[in-house]
Nanobody, 123 residues
Framework: VQLQASGGGWVQTGGSLRLSCAAS????????MGWFRQGLGKEREFVAV????????YYADSVKGRFTITRDNAKNTVYLQMNSLEPEDTAVYYC?????????????????WGQGTQVTVQR
């Protein structure tokens, strides 16, 4: 299974970006697909996650109301719409898949990871 993340870039404070994560490879099913991020010198942190069913996505408190995660199951793709971006959102964003139900919050529970895409928000 390969995860290809794209859509990162540079934006000014208050701007928007849309990240995409496309899964390919052998047929598989997933329970959670979501996004983490890692700022320079920081630990990887949870951002948002959606279920295959689309029911009840979860968000980190720091992005609630600004970021929206959606998925297109037919394309095996998950999107992260990021609005009202702040310099604190600057990080490498990683998409990840967790095949089974369980705690979605911790990175160690995920089975597959994408390569990451850089998001830079200038003050």
């Amino acid at each position: 299974v390969q995860l290809q993340a794209s859509g990162g870039g540079w934006v000014q404070t208050g701007g928007s970006l849309r990240l995409s994560c496309a899964a390919s490879g052998r047929t598989f099913s997933w329970y959670f697909m979501g996004w983490f991020r890692q700022g320079l010198g920081k630990e990887r942190e949870f951002v948002a996650v959606t279920r295959w069913s689309g029911y009840s996505p979860y968000y980190a408190d720091s992005v609630k109301g600004r970021f929206t995660i959606t998925r297109d199951n037919a394309k095996n793709t998950v999107y992260l719409q990021m609005n009202s971006l702040e310099p604190e959102d600057t990080a490498v964003y990683y998409c990840a898949v967790k095949a089974e139900a369980g705690n979605y919050y911790y990175a160690y529970g995920y089975d597959y990871w994408g390569q990451g895409t850089q998001v830079t928000v200038q003050r």
